[in-house]
């Protein structure tokens, strides 16, 4: 079972007349004042030691009239964590100071809020839309705000198949299409945006004079959405000064599929398939996260048997998952398909098993709540084993004794700073990138879900935070995965694989949860809301893709572009679950 | 192929010389030329593009049928696979890179979301099926299709290949030299194709007020 989120320190006591504690039935953490916002964030960082702010998103309480940003905040020693939270009155503008001088980790977090509640963060340096673009009518997660295909505020919709008929999104769309235009607007007298505010945003190299009167000056290269190097539809702006980064800008949102909007009018159940698709190597990974977060608000046990399935997979899709980030890391470098072929080869016999159990190769759909959806068959069961003990152990050694004294390899990964400890906690980055910097914060130790607390492995560490360690604590990770496999597969119990009755409704008290796990790629999160009803009144997700490249600036300036490259797949960014 | 199918079946070739003589049509022999070097663009876009890497790969080896070429660029390519969702903010640059790519150029939707917005269709910020901008010759289902399902789908491209005539494509027809040249749409409240210009001003007209 997750550790419930109690707080281990009491705001009011130390803030009285500030800081009220949230008495709303299943709510937990504390509401501040707007106005002392800053002064208690500080105090939560300084004095009570919560270092790492994971999460910020805003919820809508239209009935109420207000909007509602929600902190979650964590030590990186480990526990639990601290939750607090800001209302404001629902009227434009809407207006709140911006944490960013205290967690510079809240920097797209914020935009993203900004963007998709249209709340104003005061202080902060470069409020501009993330997910969409500039120039978008309106704010699409607010609760009276309709996308243009709307039927019902939730599913399932009672217009889906009305006399055994058919009908197109489209045709009750006035525009017949999935747009919504303003009253009398005029396409041809547009002015199209120029991301003027984009180019402005970055940091320029200012013309000077150097000798002989020859003047230079800075260039912007735009990088992507098209790139072979992106790992999908990610847009970089970057000024330099020949070949070194001076300024970089992520632009984001080329994949924005609306996974919360969607999610808030989809049922819970209906929502699994749709994690599948955030980070959409980890399909498991994704359905561990939501399903931990709506059985926390459920309140309900998980079936023993598939505790232990739930770890097997998530622990198999983190070794593919790595096998793929050292095949992509070799084709950024320079050392086209060989190596990923190699990688491939292994995912595919771990994609078998997924398939087996799941039915599908990448999009299991997997997980329920309170269990899996089926059982493991036995021979799947001894295939796993021969995975396990004998090819995956002598695989990874060959892929090691490969690559890792490569010259080239070496000359390129070596020395090369990614961040270092105090940087990656400020930035909020988790998952393997932060481990590189010798700091060991893994969630299945420091807040252990599910049951990892039964096994024993270690928390892969390395200490130099440069690419090296970077890539190699991917291999350390995958040893560790073997392990606990081991383990999981030799204590595997029999018995029923869920602890609830299948039902196409379940039943969520009303309350928030947020869930996370240790996800590949770092910290996932999930944030929920319900209100009794059958779909979510929010269902955010913490990805930990999006919140990682909040470091990429601060990682990139001042190294060469060719490097940038290699940086980036250190992030091992997935755009699915980065725009969402 | 094949001599046999190479060759027209009605003219005889005399025995001794079989193996060296063949009788054939222009088309068949430029469609032959054609159909086992269809270069794809270098081009992913969300879930399925991992299932395409995946279609390359040692298991299913795309490279039988002449399709291992990932080109980065446009302008050497012959085939979009435009292999996920279809987002407004992503669109333009896809209609830039379809603009680029010299003819004769094909496009398959692979997938649920490129052939018609798939599970995220109700999405805000989703083009709801490529085909409403670019010619879609080949359709593959599934979310996301397995590299079989992407193989069969190339298995039909070349079949439709095959079926070309050289009297009859665009890409040598005079009048329709830019046939199939695709206006780029426009970022602005929504997603603006400005081929439905007027069409959208009338109805934002007649728009009841908000």
């Known amino acids: ?580 | 192929m094949e001599n046999e199918k190479l060759s027209l079946p009605n003219y005889s070739i005399p025995e001794d010389i079989q193996n060296v003589v063949a009788v054939t049509t222009l088309d068949r022999l430029y469609n032959w030329g054609r159909r086992s070097s269809v270069w794809p663009l270098m081009f992913g876009l969300a879930c399925c593009a991992i299932e395409m890497i995946a279609a390359q790969t040692a298991r299913y080896d795309m490279a039988r049928f002449g399709m291992e070429v990932m080109r980065p660029t446009p302008r050497q390519a012959d085939m979009m696979l435009v292999s996920g969702t279809v987002t407004k903010k992503m669109l333009p640059s896809i209609i830039r890179l379809y603009n680029q790519m010299p003819e004769p150029k094909y496009v398959v939707a692979m997938g649920a979301c490129a052939s018609s917005g798939g599970p995220f269709k109700e999405g805000y910020n989703v083009v709801a099926g490529i085909d409403k901008f670019l010619p879609v010759d080949v359709y593959i289902p599934g979310c996301p299709p397995t590299p079989q399902a992407l193989i069969a789908g190339m298995i039909k491209l070349q079949e439709k290949i095959d079926k070309q005539s050289i009297k009859h494509v665009t890409w040598y027809n005079k009048e329709k030299k830019d046939g199939n040249y695709v206006p780029m749409p426009i970022l602005g409240p929504d997603l603006i194709d400005v081929r439905r210009n007027a069409e959208i001003r009338d109805v934002a007209a007649a728009k009841e007020s908000a």
């Open chain 1, 1 to 580: 079972m997750v550790t419930p989120l109690t707080a281990t320190v009491d705001l009011v006591v130390r803030f009285p007349g500030t800081v009220a504690a949230d008495v709303r039935p299943g709510y937990t953490g504390f509401i501040i004042n707007k106005e002392n916002l800053v002064e208690v964030a500080t105090a939560v960082r300084d004095e009570f030691g919560y270092d790492l702010l994971t999460a910020v998103t805003a919820i809508d309480y239209i009935a109420e009239n207000k909007m509602e940003v929600v902190y979650h905040a964590y030590k990186t020693t480990g526990g639990a964590g601290l939750v607090f939270r800001v209302q404001v009155e629902r009227v434009d503008p809407i207006e709140l100071p911006s944490l960013i001088d205290i967690w510079p980790g809240v920097d797209f977090q914020e935009r993203e809020a900004w963007d998709l509640y249209g709340i104003k963060f005061t202080g902060h340096p470069d409020l501009r839309r993330i997910l969409m673009w500039e120039g978008f009518e309106g704010h699409p997660l607010r609760k009276d705000w309709k996308e243009p295909f709307f039927e019902e505020e939730t599913k399932p919709f009672k217009s889906r198949w009305p006399d055994g008929q058919h009908t197109f999104a489209e045709n009750k769309n006035p525009f017949r299409d999935n747009l919504n235009f303003p009253k009398d607007f005029d396409p041809e007298k547009y002015v199209v945006d120029k991301e003027e505010d984009l180019y402005a945003s970055l940091e320029r190299y200012t013309t000077k004079d150097v000798e002989g009167n020859m003047k230079t000056d800075h260039i912007v290269v735009n990088l992507g959405p098209h790139h072979p190097s992106t790992h999908g539809v990610l847009r970089v702006a970057v000024t330099m000064d020949g070949e070194t980064i001076i300024g970089l800008k992520p632009v984001m949102g080329y994949l924005h599929r609306n996974h919360d909007k969607i999610g808030e009018r989809n049922t819970y159940l209906q929502n699994i398939p749709y994690t599948d698709r955030l980070d959409y190597f980890n399909s498991m990974s994704n359905n561990f996260g939501y399903c931990t977060t709506v059985e926390k608000l459920m309140k309900i046990p998980v079936a023993e048997r598939a505790e232990y399935i739930r770890v097997i997979m998530a622990e198999l899709s983190r070794i593919q998952n790595h096998l793929i980030f050292i095949g992509m890391l070799m084709n950024d470098l320079g050392t086209m398909y060989t190596p990923s072929l190699y990688a491939f080869e292994e995912r595919e016999l771990i994609l078998d098993i997924f398939e087996a159990v799941s039915g599908a190769r990448m999009m299991c759909n997997y997980f329920r709540f309170g269990g899996v959806v089926r059982d493991i068959p036995d021979d799947v069961l001894q295939k796993i084993k021969g995975l396990v003990s004998e090819r995956l152990p002598a695989k990874t050694d060959e892929m090691e004794r490969f690559l890792n004294e490569n010259e080239i390899l070496v000359a390129r990964l070596k020395g090369i700073h990614v961040l270092n400890a105090e940087d990656a906690i400020k930035y909020s980055v988790t998952g393997p990138v932060l481990r590189a910097t010798g700091v060991p914060y893994d969630l299945r130790r420091a807040d252990p879900y599910s049951i990892y607390d039964r096994f024993d492995f270690d928390v892969a560490v390395r200490q130099n935070g440069d690419m090296m360690d970077n890539y190699l604590i991917r291999f350390d990770e995958i040893r560790q995965s073997l392990r606990i496999l081991e383990q999981a597969l030799k204590q595997i119990p029999q018995g029923p694989i869920n602890s609830q009755k299948a039902a196409y409704q379940v039943r969520v008290p009303a309350g928030e949860a947020y869930g996370r796990i240790e996800s590949p790629k770092g910290e996932l999160g999930f944030y929920v809301v319900s209100n009794g009803k059958p779909n979510p009144y929010r269902y955010h997700v913490r990805p930990a893709s999006f919140v990682n490249l909040t470091a990429v600036e601060s990682m990139c300036r001042g190294t060469k572009i060719a490097d940038f490259v290699a940086l980036l797949a250190m992030l091992d960014i997935v755009m699915g679950e980065l725009d969402r």
